[in-house]
């Protein structure tokens, strides 16, 4: 008698964990590690995941009172290893296991059990997104014999469609009316053959011909000293990581392709990690035009049929390259000897809702217990990242951080200049542009090249802001930027719950805490307005495009507009930060960022950071063709370390100053950082159990080193829909069982009606 460990698929943290079933001898063959099956818990069916399957019953249960496997109800989606990987995200990032096993079943599979009313018996509900076969029709050799009687002219029209190659008889039916019945009765003469073909949903519609990546006839010398790290990482099979820090178009596509190559060579796979909004058909189609078929792709936007089927390929084995968003680490690839993540900085790879997983760690540990190596790309890698490589080390494997600093051929970077716009004002300028704005703009516009102009949405609502000297009030406890709350005129701060009526500090509409300026206000410009001035500024002959979140609402606006950029002769393209990315338009010789700095003042320790990364991201965009390019970079904040570094093209003036103050607060990447987040209607709950769970967290911490609990407080998205929402942060030590502590504290509560919590570890969304 064999028995099966199974999850039940009932997220709840007071069932987490696997419990024993016996596995029916009939059933032995399908019950593996990875299959759906049927179950009895506690006088209901449910769901489950098998993760184990084992020859002697679980120690101190007699094998009599085990319950038996009812029905297997989906072949295997994950191995043993993707089993214990899963075991470690839901401890590393403290969710119920079921929610760590459900990115790794196959996409619209998913089967449940419901019942209509409390004495009906339950019954079986099924996605079933599966799989679809076409019916395909081609000439047997009898055809060259076969004359069809004259009237028969639908059949001759078939056999002649077919002389061109086998087709699918729903598309013979589209272009030969009748076609079906034509096909049927040729096949009953054996004059032409009908068989099932398994469709492939979701591969041919990315597939671009301008995508092509060709070989360059020559290696960089950082790409060749990528590979070698590359090569020694997937060599010792133990989940060595390479950093490739690279400036933007160093190529370090060329480098996954490469390693890639050399990893299908050894017989092995890779799995290709991009962000989501990078995932566009250009970027599929390098790795398509290398590699072909052995592509698969898998993203959010595809159909579930689609994803299904890409995701039917790699467990067929008949992909080899899975290249997609962060869900693709999940993909069932059985032997992975490379991993590659993107753009690894990118906020995105941090998932917001449960499993909260960070893709780069799950990379990690993935490679590892698979014994594949880790590549990491950016030219702005995490601090995280590169703190990992100064060390040499992270959790046993070694971190490898090699540079690419040049653009291969002669391709130059822009120029930077960073304009204070607080001297502007002082100067008498009123307007969203400044001075040397404005005359580049003109310069622009005489020359009949193109521009591009970026206003930084995030970080607009609730600051009050001083026009003259750029102050923001702060908490003096936590130097976070207070947010303005109208209603009871109070400034808040959302790390330690303080806040103050804003008498105590200046009034808002009297004066700024610096300087004594009377020009202290809620501050904000919309992308309207920007396009509103730029009318008057520019002459009518230049074409103004608006992109934002209103204009690219339809499904490929994003696209038209980007093409009707490129068709323009002379023009200015406004957008908030989804400009920033991707954007290749060699035209392009000035790039503008209207507002520099908004994002600095966010209740979040990652704000420089991403400031740094975003401008350095935009200023990309300019001069990559023939012409130079210039960057205009306005900011109320000029000697910010961020606008600095950019101004000077040297990232270690940022990451100098960046990291000793990380150091100093004992921020990322010196501590993990959690949040904790509690949210429900009833406010009164919301607070005593976020009250109570501070306190359990508190008492478990006691006063061990590098433990630091802050809170609990409102988030700063205080109300959503209706509900309260509080949180509490925990710092604790990089090495330290984060997870595992805060999973406990949160279990021990027992189940609070009408209240949600949500831990997120090595948060980034510290809203
Ligand atoms: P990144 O991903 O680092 O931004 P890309 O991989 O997109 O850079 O490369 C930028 C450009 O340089 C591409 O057009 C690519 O084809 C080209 N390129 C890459 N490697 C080489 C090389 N060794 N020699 C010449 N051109 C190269
Ligand atoms: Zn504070
Ligand atoms: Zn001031």
């Not at 809702?353 to 014994?371: D, I, M, N, Q, S």
């Not at 590549?375 to 601090?383: C, I, Q, R």
């Not at 330690?496 to 200046?506: D, E, I, K, L, T």
Request: glycine share 8%; with cysteine.
């Amino acid at each position: 008698m064999r028995f099966a460990s199974v999850v039940l698929d009932i997220s709840t943290r007071q069932l987490d964990g696997a419990f024993s079933y016996a596995v029916p001898s009939e059933l032995e063959g399908e019950t593996v590690v990875g299959s759906t099956v049927l179950v009895t818990f506690s006088h209901r069916a449910a769901v489950g995941y098998v993760v184990a399957v084992l020859s002697e019953p679980p120690e101190g249960v007699s094998s009599k009172k085990i319950q038996p496997i009812e029905q297997v109800l989906a072949p295997s989606a994950f191995d043993e290893t993707a089993a214990r990987v899963a075991a470690w995200i839901a401890r590393e990032y403290a969710c119920p296991l079921v929610e760590a096993i459900r990115p790794f079943l196959a996409p619209g599979q998913k089967v449940r059990v419901t019942r209509s009313s409390a004495d009906a018996p339950w019954e079986l509900k099924n996605e079933r997104a599966g799989a679809v076969d076409a019916r395909w029709a081609s000439l047997a050799p009898e055809a060259n014999d076969f004359t069809p009687v004259r009237a028969a002219s639908r059949q001759r029209a078939v056999i002649e469609a077919l002389r061109e190659g086998p087709q699918r008889v729903s598309e013979l039916a589209a272009t030969i009316p009748g076609a079906a019945s034509a096909v049927t009765a040729l096949a009953k003469r054996g004059v032409v053959v009908v068989e099932a073909r398994r469709v492939v949903r979701g591969g041919d519609k990315t597939t671009l011909s301008s995508a092509a990546a060709p070989r360059p006839e020559r290696l960089t010398r950082g790409q060749i000293s990528a590979l070698a790290a590359i090569d020694a990482a997937r060599a010792a099979r133990c989940g060595d990581v390479v950093l490739v820090d690279g400036v933007t178009g160093s190529g370090k596509t060329e480098v996954y392709l490469s390693a890639i190559e050399r990893a299908l060579a050894d017989g092995r796979g890779a799995l290709v990690l991009v962000p989501e909004i990078s995932l566009t058909a250009q970027t599929v189609g390098r790795f398509r035009s290398r590699f072909g078929d052995d592509v698969a792709v898998l993203h959010s936007r595809l159909s579930a049929g689609e994803r299904f089927d890409q995701w039917d390929l790699v467990r067929q084995g008949r992909a080899h390259v899975v290249v997609g968003a962060r869900s693709a680490l999940f993909a069932p690839l059985a032997d992975v000897g490379l991993i590659i993540i993107d753009e690894e900085h990118e906020g995105s790879y941090k998932q917001d809702k449960a499993p909260r997983y960070h893709a780069r760690e799950v990379a990690a540990e993935l490679a590892r217990a698979r014994g594949a190596a880790l590549v990491l790309g950016s030219a702005t890698p995490s601090l995280e990242s590169l703190q990992r490589c100064r060390a040499g080390s992270f959790r046993g494997a070694s971190w490898t951080r090699v540079e690419m600093p040049e653009r291969p051929g002669t391709a130059v970077l822009p120029r930077v200049t960073v304009v204070d716009m607080a001297e502007q004002f002082r100067g008498g300028g009123r307007s969203i542009f400044s001075a040397p704005l404005v005359a580049a703009l003109r310069g622009v516009a005489e020359r009949r090249e193109k521009a591009v102009l970026m206003l930084n949405r995030r970080g607009f609502a609730n600051f009050l802001m001083c026009r003259e000297c750029g102050c923001v009030p702060e908490c003096p406890h936590c130097s976070t930027a207070l947010t303005y709350h109208e209603r009871g005129h109070m400034l808040a701060c959302h790390t330690c719950g303080r806040s103050w009526p804003v008498r105590a500090f200046p009034d808002p509409s009297t004066s700024c805490p610096n300087c004594g300026s009377r020009y202290l206000a809620a501050f904000g410009v919309g992308t309207q307005r920007v396009e509103d001035e730029l009318a008057m500024v520019l002459p009518q002959d230049v074409e103004v495009i608006r992109m934002d979140a209103d204009t690219t609402r339809a499904k490929g606006a994003h696209q038209r507009l980007l093409e009707q950029f490129d068709a323009a002769e002379c023009a200015v393209l406004v957008g908030t930060q989804m400009i920033a990315k991707g954007l290749d338009f060699p035209e392009v010789t000035l790039v503008g960022v209207i507002n520099a700095d908004t994002m600095l003042k966010l209740p979040d320790f990652r704000a420089a950071e991403r400031t740094y990364d975003l401008l350095e991201q935009v200023a990309g965009r300019a001069g990559r063709g023939q012409r130079p390019g210039e960057v205009i970079v306005q900011t109320y904040w000029a000697t910010h370390p961020a606008m600095r570094a950019v101004a000077a093209h040297d990232r270690a003036v940022f990451l100098d100053a960046e990291l000793s103050e990380r150091a100093e607060a004992g921020y990322p990447p010196f501590s993990r950082l959690a949040n904790v987040i509690v949210w429900g209607r009833s406010e009164k709950d919301v607070r005593s159990v976020t009250s109570e769970l501070a306190e359990a967290v508190r008492s478990r911490v006691g006063m061990a080193a590098g433990w630091e609990v802050l809170g609990p407080a409102d988030c700063v998205k205080s109300r959503v829909k209706d509900q309260t929402r509080r949180h509490i942060m925990v710092k604790a030590p990089v090495d330290a069982d984060l997870g595992g502590l805060l999973g406990s504290c949160v279990t021990g509560l027992g189940r609070r009606v009408g209240i949600n919590i949500a831990v997120d570890i090595d948060a980034y969304d510290m809203m």
